[in-house]
């Protein structure tokens, strides 16, 4: 599928997407928040990161699919979360 087939459907099941070229461990978790807009999540480290950047080839991808993992108990820090 396509990332905007992805996202719609991570969304809808709160799930994560991820390509199936990509070779590390990393996911995406999509996020309608201007602040994370996507935010990655790295398993092996247990962390989020903020700014994921596609490039191209991600954008026109079509290997994009639901990970079975979802993100419903992982925090985002967002700008309205306390601090």
Known sequence: MNIQEAVKEGIKQKKMI???SWKTPD???PTNDPFNLMA???SS???IFRGW???TNDLIADDWYITNESY???TLLTK???T
Do not use: D
């Open 45 to 47: 480290e247990k962390r």
């Open 53 to 55: 950047q596609p490039m």
């Open 18 to 20: 991820k390509r199936k």
């Open 80 to 82: 309205s979360t306390k």
């Open 72 to 74: 419903k108990n992982i």
């Open 27 to 29: 996911r995406l978790i």
């Open 40 to 42: 990655g999540y790295v």
